[in-house]
T-cell receptor, first 116, second 115 residues
Framework: DAGVIQSPRHEVTEMGQEVTLRCKPISGHDYLFWYRQTMMRGLELLIYFNNNVPIDDSGMPEDRFSAKMPNASFSTLKIQPSEPRDSAVYFC??????????????FGDGTRLSIL | AQKVTQAQTEISVVEKEDVTLDCVYETRDTTYYLFWYKQPPSGELVFLIRRNSFDEQNEISGRYSWNFQKSTSSFNFTITASQVVDSAVYFCALSGWDSGYALNFGKGTSLLVTP
């Protein structure tokens, strides 16, 4: 079975450029999550969707960050303009999410982002 | 608010030793879920186990076992007869009503198993 697919695996870009990270969740999963991992802050939630609708975006650091889920099989996380402090590993995860069950989240391999 | 504390930042053991990774949590939810994830050097996050707050039965899966004690708000993870392939960062996480379905992660414990 295909797991959560993220692209690109690595991204190196210069400060000020727009960055778009992509995620394809596991088919049939209703919930999609974006997390960021840094040495300083560990793993932190940025935003999550239920049935393509954003539910909680309180973890999105600034207006420079935006996320969309146009359909059940695709989501993007965009940073515009990017800054060096955005350098991190960004994970996408999905879960089947039966109400009240908090099913395990399955993670993609992550995108390692470096902003120079 | 929810909080997960993994007090052990790094642990180093010799192969075949048993090792326990500690996890202490805080939550006001009466219904919540606890998880352990493994992050090997390759970087992916691998789900290991989920426990709900009503199920305090310990669980064993091969060399892995988990001890959930609600009275002490702990969900500890033991690896028996550790192997070099167990070397990874292990994360404890919590979700519940406060966080919806999002996971609140601990800072992780880096386990190094040497031959």
């Amino acid at each position: 079975d295909a797991g959560v697919i993220q692209s690109p695996r690595h991204e190196v870009t210069e400060m000020g450029q727009e960055v778009t990270l992509r995620c394809k969740p596991i088919s049939g999963h209703d919930y999609l999550f974006w997390y960021r991992q840094t040495m300083m802050r560990g793993l932190e939630l940025l935003i999550y969707f239920n049935n393509n609708v954003p539910i909680d975006d309180s973890g999105m650091p600034e207006d420079r960050f935006s996320a969309k889920m146009p359909n059940a099989s695709f989501s993007t996380l965009k940073i515009q303009p990017s800054e060096p402090r955005d350098s991190a590993v960004y994970f996408c995860a999905s879960s089947p999410g039966t109400a009240g069950s908090n099913q395990p989240q399955h993670f993609g391999d992550g995108t390692r982002l470096s902003i120079l | 608010a929810q909080k997960v504390t993994q007090a052990q930042t790094e642990i180093s053991v010799v192969e075949k030793e048993d090792v326990t990774l500690d996890c202490v949590y805080e939550t006001r939810d009466t219904t919540y879920y606890l998880f352990w994830y493994k992050q090997p050097p390759s970087g992916e996050l691998v789900f290991l186990i989920r426990r709900n707050s009503f199920d305090e039965q310990n669980e064993i899966s091969g060399r892995y076992s988990w001890n959930f004690q609600k009275s002490t708000s702990s969900f500890n993870f033991t690896i028996t007869a550790s192997q070099v392939v167990d070397s990874a960062v292990y994360f404890c996480a919590l979700s519940g009503w406060d966080s919806g379905y999002a996971l609140n992660f601990g800072k992780g414990t880096s386990l190094l198993v040497t031959p």
